[in-house]
């Protein structure tokens, strides 16, 4: 049974930087795709970033140059590095592991960005 714990969310000023981390459980993180996507409340979810199996890395346009995913195997953990915070990166974070035999996802956790 593949599990993900998802840890890092909290409240942050604008300007600020928070670390979220996603370990996977009964999955082996190093040859599959993990992602992070968000949800702000009355939008859709959307794709913050990507690690491929082979570790390339993808942003949209509107995180790039402010957040960094990145992977330590030995721990099965993938990390997302926000910084430069703004009021709408606001919403819940979800890890999302990729792999041939189906699509898992994290409970979530809340990012707030606020003064």
């Known amino acids: 049974q593949v599990q993900l714990q998802e840890f890092g969310g909290g409240l942050a000023q604008p300007g600020g930087s928070l670390r979220l981390s996603c370990t996977g459980h009964g999955s082996n993180f190093s040859v599959n795709h993990v992602a992070w996507h968000r949800q702000a409340p009355g939008k859709e979810r959307e794709l913050v970033a990507l690690i491929t199996g082979g570790g390339r890395t993808d942003y949209p346009s509107s995180v790039e140059g402010r957040f960094t995913i990145s992977r330590d195997n030995a721990k099965n953990t993938v990390y997302l590095q926000m910084n430069s915070l703004r009021p709408d990166d606001t919403a819940i974070y979800y890890c999302?592991?990729?792999?041939?035999?189906?699509?898992?996802w994290g409970q979530g956790t809340q990012v707030t960005v606020s003064s």
């Open positions: 999302n592991l990729r792999t041939p035999y189906g699509d898992y």
